[in-house]
């Protein structure tokens, strides 16, 4: 069917903004993504997956522009011995960023090797984003993976002593990044990849993950910072035999934030885990939008997501489990919650199971509340203040996700980040 010409209008007048690199093992992956993205056009609020998220501004031409901000504290994880990587705008920064050089495994620039004849990525690079466009489109992967000049490959052969730490800096108020990375671990090996930092005014990004039989990836994902920053995530992950994925974003302040995760479990006894914590005051929207795909048997994968909301904040959910006809004995369990501190919060959920398998255990389950009056009497009555009373319940609310992080130590600090957030906004 033809696209309305107000979305291809808006999908031209976007790509004549940007240049498509060219050449190279990534031409072919490009060429294609760039069809793709012509074929389906940008998102329009009428879309079925983005009726509860305005797409305009993060489709325009023009950047709108968002003010630097000062949070008044330490970048989150500069505690810990990592490997740093750091972005500016978009753009790989030497000076700032540690030698890309780690024992059991290999990074290269996504800017230095992409004009290569050959590299390991050529058989990733947007191969799973193409894969993740059914059964839903998900145009701005395609940009994406058209047009991202800069990233970051990274292959784990083996289990790194060090986490790697990818780091987006904002240093321009009108930028407009795109990244674009590529991960494959090997059979047997195990690394943890944390992110961190608000990255431009715009962001785009995608990670493509390849996780061979027995692999194990940790992720964890630190959005804040610059609040009026908007962004759009995706990541497209494939899981082999006895793998195991799991990934864990606490996001505070920014103005909109989607974030996509499409998950495939293609072989048996894999896990994937995806939970995500955030905290809105205001002007913010935060959309979480996951779709995992049980494609072998006994798998197992956990949704958990939190959202606690004041001010007139808007949080979103949007999870699916598909169980495939042969996918016997699959574990899913997805939970969105949500803790409205007033009257003018909203939280928009839109749960899904999609099961063709009849050896299963699948649940899912949403809700949204205001704070436990009883539990908060309980609190006041023993001399707690009710300001601080609220934060600690408020702290637990969010803990179920929290707790999908296996790193104790990175655990307790984004919860001390959380009390600061909450003590800021009281």
């Known amino acids: 069917m033809a696209l309305p010409q107000t979305?291809?209008?808006?999908?031209?007048?976007?790509?004549?903004?940007?240049?498509?690199?060219?050449g190279g093992w990534s031409a072919a992956a490009r060429a294609d993504a760039l069809a793709r993205l012509r074929a389906m056009g940008l998102p329009q609020r009428r879309d079925e997956y983005w009726k509860f998220t305005r797409p305009d501004t993060l489709t325009q031409p023009d950047v709108p522009q968002a003010a630097l901000f000062d949070p008044q504290e330490s970048p989150v994880f500069d505690?810990?011995?990592?490997?740093?990587?750091?972005?500016?705008?978009?753009?790989?920064?030497?000076?700032?960023?540690?030698?890309?050089?780690?024992?059991?495994?290999?990074?290269?620039?996504?800017?230095?090797?992409?004009?290569?004849?050959?590299?390991?990525?050529?058989?990733?690079?947007g191969v799973l984003e193409a894969r993740g466009q059914d059964p839903v489109e998900r145009p701005l992967a395609a940009l994406n993976t058209a047009f991202a000049s800069d990233g970051v490959l990274i292959h784990v052969t083996g289990k790194p002593s060090r986490p790697i730490n990818l780091i987006y800096q904002h240093g321009d108020t009108q930028s407009d990044a795109?990244?674009?990375?590529?991960?494959?671990?090997?059979?047997?090996?195990?690394?943890?990849?944390?992110?961190?930092?608000?990255?431009?005014?715009?962001?785009?990004?995608?990670?493509?993950?390849?996780?061979?039989?027995?692999?194990?990836?940790?992720?964890?994902?630190?959005?804040?910072?610059?609040?009026?920053?908007?962004?759009?995530?995706?990541?497209?992950?494939?899981?082999?035999?006895?793998?195991?994925?799991?990934?864990?974003?606490?996001?505070?302040?920014?103005?909109?934030?989607?974030?996509?995760?499409?998950?495939?479990?293609?072989?048996?006894?894999?896990?994937?885990?995806?939970?995500?914590?955030?905290?809105?005051?205001?002007?913010?929207?935060?959309?979480?939008t996951v779709f995992i795909t049980h494609d072998a048997v006994?798998?197992?994968?956990?949704?958990?997501?939190?959202?606690?909301?004041?001010?007139?904040?808007?949080?979103?959910?949007?999870?699916?489990?598909?169980?495939?006809?042969?996918?016997?004995?699959t574990d899913g369990y997805q939970i969105s919650q949500s803790l409205l501190l007033d009257d003018d919060s909203q939280f928009l959920a839109k749960p899904?199971?999609?099961?063709?398998?009849?050896?299963?255990?699948?649940?899912?389950?949403?809700?949204?509340?205001?704070?436990?009056?009883?539990?908060?009497?309980?609190?006041?009555?023993?001399?707690?203040?009710?300001?601080?009373?609220?934060?600690l319940l408020t702290l637990a609310f969010l803990a179920e996700a929290v707790e999908e992080i296996e790193d104790?130590?990175?655990a307790e600090d984004i919860v001390t980040r959380l009390e600061g957030w909450l003590s800021r906004h009281s």
Request: with cysteine; charged share 30%.
């Open 178 to 288: 795109i990244l674009h990375h590529v991960l494959r671990v090997d059979s047997g090996a195990e690394a943890t990849i944390l992110e961190n930092g608000p990255a431009a005014a715009r962001f785009n990004k995608t990670m493509e993950i390849d996780i061979a039989d027995t692999g194990i990836l940790h992720h964890i994902r630190k959005q804040g910072r610059d609040h009026e920053r908007r962004a759009v995530t995706h990541m497209f992950a494939r899981l082999g035999r006895e793998s195991v994925l799991k990934s864990f974003t606490v996001t505070v302040n920014g103005v909109l934030t989607r974030n996509e995760v499409v998950v495939e479990l293609t072989g048996d006894d894999a896990v994937a885990h995806v939970a995500g914590a955030s905290l809105g005051d205001g002007d913010f929207h935060h959309d979480d």
């Open 298 to 329: 006994n798998c197992e994968s956990r949704q958990v997501f939190k959202k606690v909301l004041r001010n007139g904040a808007v949080g979103v959910f949007q999870g699916k489990i598909l169980v495939k006809p042969d996918a016997q004995k």
């Open 7 to 22: 979305v291809i209008d808006t999908t031209e007048a976007r790509i004549a903004g940007l240049d498509l690199p060219q």
């Open 352 to 391: 899904e199971l999609e099961i063709y398998a009849d050896d299963v255990a699948c649940s899912h389950g949403s809700t949204s509340g205001a704070i436990d009056e009883e539990a908060l009497f309980y609190l006041r009555a023993r001399g707690v203040p009710e300001r601080k009373a609220t934060d």
């Open 79 to 125: 505690g810990f011995d990592r490997l740093k990587i750091v972005f500016v705008d978009g753009v790989f920064d030497p000076a700032q960023s540690d030698d890309l050089t780690l024992e059991g495994v290999s990074i290269d620039r996504l800017a230095d090797v992409a004009e290569a004849d050959i590299h390991w990525a050529r058989d990733l690079y």
């Open 408 to 410: 104790e130590a990175i």
